[in-house]
């Protein structure tokens, strides 16, 4: 009996026709594999016979168990042939050209351009800084008190390091700044961007990371004039020149005067909507003259040096520029929103 269930599985290995991947891999499982369905069965009954018997059909079966192996590797080596053969085939440069779809710009990056391309028109220059940042290029040099919100856990992303000094992920670009007032002379003209992270509920209009651009003048005898001057070249070239400008006092703990820049909102042209909180005026900047304690924390004379600092985020710039209502978008790739800025600047 086993006998001839041993003659019929050795035709049928030699009778077996391999003619793609997918019949190599059933002949693999089927009489190669650890688990092959064809000589497992034969060889749960060469247990059971006697030792002589079980010696003589073992051989047999191990024999053909070879045979299959060599079929097989046989096959195997001639597929990996063709298959070479096939990617190494010359181009054929008749057929039509593969459809393929341009990328595109991401929004946020040609926004960011656009703002640096008209800074560097009246002479500002790139300055970048490390996203961990120590508390005193984030906080203490900024002229942040100890007990300030911002320091606090809710607000800003602390990192645990071995050393005695905190680290942090930058809560602004602002960093920057001090960074190059600590390593350079006045005169200063610089603008620095990149990302920020602050501990912010995500929603329409906040996001826990986000992109900011800040510039920064120190020279002798710069003014508020000056401030005002820049603020306005931006917004009427950016814009536009039929856009509104106005500036609110407020309070930034490194600037004295400090105020917050509005324009007239985009969306809705001024009549008041979701986005201007029915206003008719969107915040676009922060910006002020940098207090003297700053230039002092950063070995700069203000008895001697006077200047500017502005901030502003890009997700809202680009919000109101392509009049964008959710800032989750620009975080989210979906393709057919990121589609839409193609050539766009």
């Not at 035709?11 to 497992?40: D, M, P, R, V």
């Not at 926004?111 to 800084?129: E, Y």
């Not at 002092?296 to 520029?321: H, Q, S, V, W």
Request: glycine fraction near 4%; charge should be positive.
């Amino acid at each position: 009996m086993l006998q001839k269930q041993i003659t019929t599985l050795e035709k049928e290995i030699a009778n077996y026709h391999i003619n793609s991947l997918e019949e190599l891999a059933i002949f693999k499982q089927k009489y190669i594999g650890k688990k092959n369905e064809a000589f497992t069965l034969l060889f749960e009954q060469l247990k059971k016979m006697p030792a002589e018997e079980k010696k003589h059909f073992g051989k047999l079966l191990n024999s053909i168990k070879n045979i299959a192996q060599e079929k097989y590797n046989q096959y195997e080596k001639q597929h990996n042939k063709q298959s070479l053969s096939a990617n190494s085939a010359p181009e054929d440069l008749t057929l039509p050209p593969a459809y393929s779809q341009p990328g595109t710009i991401h929004p946020l990056n040609q926004i960011t351009q656009k703002i640096i391309h008209l800074f560097r028109r009246i002479g500002f220059s790139l300055a970048d800084g490390p996203e961990i940042e120590s508390d005193w290029n984030n906080f203490s040099a900024l002229n942040f008190p100890q007990d300030h919100p911002a320091r606090e856990m809710q607000d800003t992303f602390f990192i645990a390091r071995p050393t005695k000094e905190k680290s942090l992920l930058r809560t602004h670009t602002s960093s920057v700044q001090v960074r190059t007032m600590q390593h350079n002379n006045p005169p200063i003209k610089i603008l620095s961007t990149g990302k920020v992270f602050r501990k912010e509920a995500i929603s329409a209009r906040t996001h826990c990371m986000f992109h900011q651009l800040e510039g920064l003048y120190i020279n002798d005898e710069v003014s508020f004039i000056d401030l005002k001057n820049t603020i306005f070249y931006f917004v009427e070239n950016f814009f536009g020149p039929k856009i509104k400008i106005r500036f609110r006092p407020s309070y930034f703990p490194f600037t004295e005067p400090s105020a917050e820049v509005d324009i007239s909102c985009l969306l809705c042209k001024s009549k008041g909507c979701a986005v201007c909180k029915h206003t008719g005026w969107v915040e676009i900047a922060g910006a002020g003259m940098i207090d003297p304690n700053v230039l002092t924390n950063c070995k700069i004379d203000p008895e001697k040096y006077t200047g500017f600092a502005f901030g502003m985020g890009i997700e809202r710039i680009a919000m109101l520029y392509y009049q964008i209502p959710d800032i989750r978008l620009f975080t989210q790739n979906d393709i057919r929103f990121l589609r839409q800025f193609a050539a766009k600047i």
